[in-house]
């Protein structure tokens, strides 16, 4: 019983998977020697069979796995990883090949880089580099001058910025590459991405970071300074050193920063509750976005107690964030508006006084006067006319005040603003002047490529006349080559009078259009750089493609016999025809004379130089 119990199961499990055998076999406390002594050739059969499910398993899976692409795992980076924060300097660094480079050099990114280096020439990001080698490289001897093998895959415009600003003192002559060895072109540009986007995910510093920052330098200079004003003065200059400023530019651009970062410990406890609130958004109508110094310009002007009491109410919820900047407008008092509100209270009174005197003298006259008219009695009512209207005029003054200080409050904010974006003018002329700069150049090089199409087009003109009358020259046959014709017996046929004048009148013809083409080669003339050059024994023209490559005529024009000393001209006309085929390289000991002439577009120099003129010049060369 218990046998085939066990072999029922183990047939049930074998068929179902391998893992599930291996389970059941273990609660049972069998191994598999036993489970095949119960049944040796049942227990055959279904190892075949559970192997066969198993390689079907196997390849399926197999095929799933070849269907899905594989992916870039760090693990199997890291085996290939040299090392970590390397100094490799600059001159080692080269532009990664095509197959593993991620993007093409941008050359208005690698200027902006340029500018930034001169300006802070500390580099604080980590390259990415890649040595292809066969051999064992150290990095003793990568972090050594002479090895320009390391491509650079992550930071590439920056290699570039620094090599072209190699010659330029206080730059980086060094800098940190995470190194690997032998990347796959995938893996390069993966890591190449990656790079990339890990620069692109950068935030910029906030207010509220930037106030906490100052506040604790403002901290750190208390402990170290006692005095108030030795304090402030170290930790203002310490601010400006950091935020890369002159003292005027500090005061004008983080003014609000630094008031909020100098206030007491009590304020200051205020101040960061509510910029938790802020970071939290449980302010009242609060805006969108992150806290900007405008939002807190008109706090800042307010007195202590206000600023706590404002700061209580907008963060407990009484007031939304609209009511607190109205009642900062409201209530924010300086000492230069304290000092006209005490002057005008006491001019107000001054005239208060003298129009009280002179109203008690008016009332005075009318009591003398007028002793009949009927007086108020203690119960009546008092009506509009009644009124005295000094009062309307001290709520309409009143009214006055507080309009006036709202608007000088949005002024101030207008002029923060203003100064935000006249920083922001700078960036943009400064980028409108590259880009003038590229408009410039662009501009340049479209005059030069409208030179040359102009000077292609007339070579063009000047190839197709010379092609025409050549073709010409083709067609045309002179009547001394035709032959003459012979009668029916092989007897030459004597010419008649008729024929002989049509043969004078194409002669003519031909002489009028010979003289005529002569005429349109000499308009057609092109002057260019000619010359005599000695070779071998002998003397020829030629014309000067460069100043070393010559292209010689068909024939010397000038024998030279060494052993008398003589010189021999020669009056053919293929000493002025050039031979295109034969230019050659030649130095200067062997160019005898330069001279410009014209050359015709059949390859014919026009040389008019004497004879006795070329004699002198050849002794003159030979040193005869």
């Known amino acids: 019983m218990f046998q085939s119990s066990t072999h029922d199961n183990f047939e049930k499990m074998c068929r179902t998977s391998r893992t599930a055998f291996l389970q059941w076999a273990k609660t049972q406390g069998l191994c598999v020697q036993d489970i095949g002594r119960v049944n040796g050739q049942n227990s055959g059969c279904l190892q075949q069979t559970s192997s066969d499910d198993a390689s079907q398993v196997r390849s399926q899976s197999n095929q799933i796995n ?3 692409p594989k992916q870039i795992e760090y693990r ?3 085996m290939k990883l040299l090392g970590r924060n390397v100094l490799v300097p600059v001159s080692n660094l080269i532009e990664p090949p095509f197959q593993r480079k991620v993007r093409e050099l941008d050359p208005d990114h690698v200027k902006n880089l340029e500018k930034q280096l001169l300006e802070t020439p500390q580099l604080f990001s980590v390259l990415i580099g890649n040595v292809c080698s066969e051999n064992n490289v150290s990095i003793d001897k990568i972090q050594e001058d002479g090895f320009p093998f390391v491509e650079v895959l992550g930071g590439n415009h920056t290699r570039q910025a620094l090599q072209n600003l190699a010659n330029k003192e206080g730059v980086v002559r060094k800098v940190c590459v995470d190194l690997y060895k032998n990347l796959t072109p995938s893996e390069a540009i993966f890591l190449g991405l990656k790079h990339n986007s890990i620069h692109e995910c950068s935030r910029q510093t906030s207010f509220v970071e930037l106030v906490q920052l100052f506040r604790k330098l403002l901290q750190e200079c208390r402990k170290n300074e006692k005095l108030p004003k030795k304090c402030s003065s170290m930790w203002r200059d310490q601010v400006a050193s950091i935020m ?17 970062a100098s206030l007491s410990d009590e304020l200051w406890a205020g101040i960061e ?17 992150d806290l900007k110094q405008t939002h807190l310009i008109s706090w800042t002007k307010c007195d202590e107690n206000v600023k706590n009491e404002l700061l209580h109410d907008v963060i407990r919820g009484d007031i939304s964030f609209g009511r607190f900047k109205d009642r900062c407008s409201i209530r924010k008092k300086t000492t230069k508006d304290a000092e006209k509100q005490q002057t005008k209270k006491r001019q107000h009174i001054e005239d208060e006084d003298l129009n009280a005197d002179e109203d008690n003298e008016n009332e005075h006259q009318e009591m003398l ?37 709202i608007e000088e409050n949005r002024n101030e904010e207008l002029e923060a603003e203003n100064a935000q974006l006249k920083l922001e003018l700078e960036q943009t002329k400064k980028q409108s002047k590259t880009w003038e700069e590229k408009c410039q150049t662009i501009k340049k090089t479209n005059e030069e490529l409208q030179g040359k199409i102009v000077e292609l087009e007339d070579a063009l003109k000047h190839a197709q006349a010379a092609a025409a009358r050549a073709r010409k020259a083709r067609e045309m046959k002179t009547v001394d080559d035709l032959p003459e014709k012979e009668g029916f017996q092989g007897r030459k046929r004597k010419i008649g009078p008729n024929e002989e004048e049509e043969r004078e009148n194409m002669i003519e013809d031909r002489r009028r259009k010979l003289i005529t083409n002569q005429d349109v080669e000499k308009e057609n003339m092109i002057e260019v750089n ?12 030629g014309k000067f493609e460069t100043e070393t490559e010559f292209v010689f005529c068909k024939s010397p024009v000038i024998n030279i016999d060494y052993n008398e000393k003589s010189i021999t001209i020669s009056s053919k006309e293929k000493t002025k025809q050039l031979n295109t085929r034969d230019c050659q390289r030649v130095k200067k000991e062997e160019v005898a004379l330069k001279f410009k002439a014209k050359l015709s577009s059949k390859g014919k120099i026009d040389i008019a130089l004497r004879d006795e003129y070329l004699r002198r010049v050849v002794k003159g060369h030979l040193e005869w």
């Not at 509750?273 to 976005?289: C, H, N, S, T, V």
């Not at 009949?372 to 509009?384: F, W």
């Not at 009062?391 to 006036?404: E, M, P």
């Open 66 to 68: 070849e269907n899905e």
């Open 76 to 78: 199997e980076l890291d």
């Open 244 to 260: 890369c400023v002159n003292k005027q530019k500090l005061k004008n651009s983080f003014k609000t920063h630094l008031h909020c």
């Open 273 to 289: 509750e509510f910029f938790q609130a802020w970071k939290d958004k449980k302010i009242l109508k609060q805006p969108k976005g």
């Open 369 to 405: 006067n007028t002793d009949d008219e009927p007086s108020v009695s203690p119960g009546a009512r008092l009506t509009s006319d009644d009124l005295d209207p000094k009062d309307d005029y001290k709520q309409a003054l009143g009214n006055v005040r507080t309009k006036l200080m």
């Open 530 to 541: 000619c010359g005599m050059v000695q070779y071998g024994g002998n003397i020829y023209f």
